[in-house]
């Protein structure tokens, strides 16, 4: 049968009568409405104001108004400096496990990010998470070559009816 406005009807089920509250027990909606007993939310009037916390400094005015505050989540990268880089061999390959070899890097397991401050004279393989643009200018400048590592993945919840071994 084909559609015209006049045969238009809703879903079966999904225009429900509106729930009018207050008017007797039997109606279900009785006596205190589904507002619970007592307390500040069964109160007639409007309900508190968006983003009140009971009385608690809110979050709106917790945090600052102006930019420039300390990001939660920073990123944390191992930096090392293009001029930190000279003192490699010509042609080497240059990774975070090679520069805390070499004594360049200390313990530090954050991903590693190349800066371009200082000057290379050698020719270079960089594989790093990341390369400001004058370090890149300065690796590729010389010869040597500039590989971005993939950051780590954002977790992402398995999908439970692919991830179940049938039984």
């Known amino acids: 049968m084909t559609a015209h406005l006049h045969t238009l009807?809703?879903?079966?089920?999904?225009?429900?009568?509106?729930?009018?509250?207050?008017r007797?027990?039997?109606?279900?909606?009785?006596?205190?409405c589904g507002f619970g007993m007592r307390g500040q939310k069964s109160r007639s009037g409007s309900p508190t104001r968006?983003?009140?916390e009971g009385g608690q400094m809110p979050l709106y005015r917790r945090i600052p108004k102006l930019k420039h505050f300390t990001v939660v989540n920073p990123k944390v990268f191992t930096v090392v400096n293009v001029?930190?880089?000279?003192?490699?061999?010509?042609?080497?390959?240059v990774t975070l496990t090679s520069l805390k070899a070499a004594?360049?890097?200390?313990?530090?397991?954050?991903?590693?990010?190349?800066?371009?401050?200082?000057?290379l004279k050698v020719k270079l393989h960089c594989k790093a998470h990341g390369f400001s643009?004058?370090?890149?200018?300065?690796?590729?400048?010389?010869g040597g070559t500039c590989d971005v590592l993939p950051g780590r993945r954002k977790w992402v919840r398995p999908d439970r009816k692919t991830s179940q071994e049938p039984s």
Do not use: H, M, Y
């Open 83 to 93: 001029g930190d880089l000279s003192a490699l061999p010509d042609g080497s390959e």
């Open 103 to 119: 004594g360049i890097v200390g313990k530090n397991s954050a991903p590693l990010k190349v800066l371009g401050d200082g000057e």
């Open 50 to 52: 968006p983003g009140f």
């Open 9 to 22: 009807q809703p879903q079966p089920g999904s225009r429900r009568p509106r729930n009018r509250k207050g």
């Open 133 to 142: 643009r004058t370090a890149r200018e300065k690796i590729l400048a010389v």
């Open 24 to 32: 007797g027990i039997a109606a279900g909606q009785g006596a205190s």
